[in-house]
């Protein structure tokens, strides 16, 4: 039984929304995708989606043509993504992988490109040492992860972290294009004043605040949203766009070397960046392909509205705001 047949032939809620592929499907999209073995122009890459071990094609990418960098490895946990298994090992060992591929990556960035690297608390020492050698680290990012139970005699995992590294001093950030919406709960009294910022709407008061390093407005894709996949790891298209509109211009090339079901290239289409997105496992490939195809028509990103960042669970106020 194929991987794909696996998604059809799962029993799911009547409500669930989770993005599947038909045997149709999978053959068609399997069509689009680029199986890259020879050296590569840029030109050829913009818009694809690589179906190759990123260790195998390293050599063939283009040089100085990457804007914004985005890597979500597998962290150092044993973990199953479809037909490949990745098994936890030491921390130096970790580091040691990274060592492996990370450093050849760097040649096809430019000098004013951007970096963003994920991993959770096991390991954030060694994605924190290698950035350091490659990169001028600006930041560490971490964002509410809220899912799951949690562990009996430990305190529940509920954040991950996100390295803000840069390849020089020049380089790209757009702060308003980033700025986060949050309700006004205090009170303000003096009418005779405009508060900085401040918008008032039918559904209360509103304020544009700079966006900080610890993200907790972000929910991780699941059965009821149209974005979730059954990668094991996906990460919210919101996140993602906070990214890109942050580290990018419009028309910049965004490269994700570990694609999963394509994320990172979705939100790039939605917000008139290139992608070139890499990614061994066919099924998400053809997933990737199929979250495109749906991107053509709907640019819609949950918690991202009127070019504004909302708060979680501010949706009425969303639909119902002019800004």
């Known amino acids: 039984m194929t991987q794909t047949t696996k998604q059809i032939s799962k029993s799911r809620a009547p409500r669930n929304r989770t993005l599947t592929l038909s045997e149709r499907e999978y053959n068609k999209y399997k069509k689009r995708l680029l199986p890259l073995d020879q050296k590569a122009t840029l030109a050829s890459l913009l818009d694809r989606t690589i179906c190759r071990d990123l260790f195998e094609i390293l050599p063939l990418l283009p040089e100085k043509s990457v804007d914004l960098l985005f890597l979500d490895p597998p962290y150092n946990l044993t973990k199953n993504f479809n037909e490949l298994k990745f098994s936890q090992r030491s921390l130096s060992q970790y580091e040691q992988w990274l060592e ?3 450093p050849s990556l760097t040649r096809t960035l430019k000098p004013t490109a951007s970096v963003y690297i994920c991993g959770d608390w096991r390991s954030s020492s060694a994605l924190q040492n290698i950035a350091a050698r490659l990169f001028t680290i600006r930041n560490r990012i971490t964002w509410e992860r809220e899912k799951g139970r949690g562990a009996k005699k430990n305190w529940k995992n509920a954040s991950e972290d996100i390295w803000f590294c840069t390849v020089s001093n020049d380089y790209i950030f757009n702060l308003d ?5 949050r309700k006004v709960l205090a009170p303000y009294t003096d009418t005779t004043k405009t508060p900085k910022d401040w918008h008032q709407s039918n559904n209360g008061r509103f304020r544009l605040t700079h966006p900080p390093n610890l993200w907790t407005d972000l929910t991780v894709p699941f059965w ?11 990460k919210p298209e919101k996140l993602l766009a906070r990214i ?7 028309g910049s090339v965004i490269l994700d070397p570990f694609l999963g079901s394509g994320t990172t290239s979705v939100v790039a289409r939605k917000l008139g960046r290139h992608y070139i997105g890499i990614e061994r496992d066919e099924a998400y490939c053809c997933l990737a392909e199929k979250r495109l195809e749906i991107a053509r028509t709907d640019s819609s990103i949950q918690g991202y509205h009127n070019g504004v960042f909302w708060e979680r669970n501010t949706l009425s106020e969303q639909k119902s705001e002019k800004l």
């Open 100 to 102: 492996t591929w990370l």
């Open 244 to 250: 890109i509109l942050a580290s990018s211009n419009p």
């Open 224 to 234: 009821s949203m149209p974005e979730n996949t059954d990668h094991p790891t996906q």
């Open 177 to 181: 294009a980033i700025k986060l919406k």
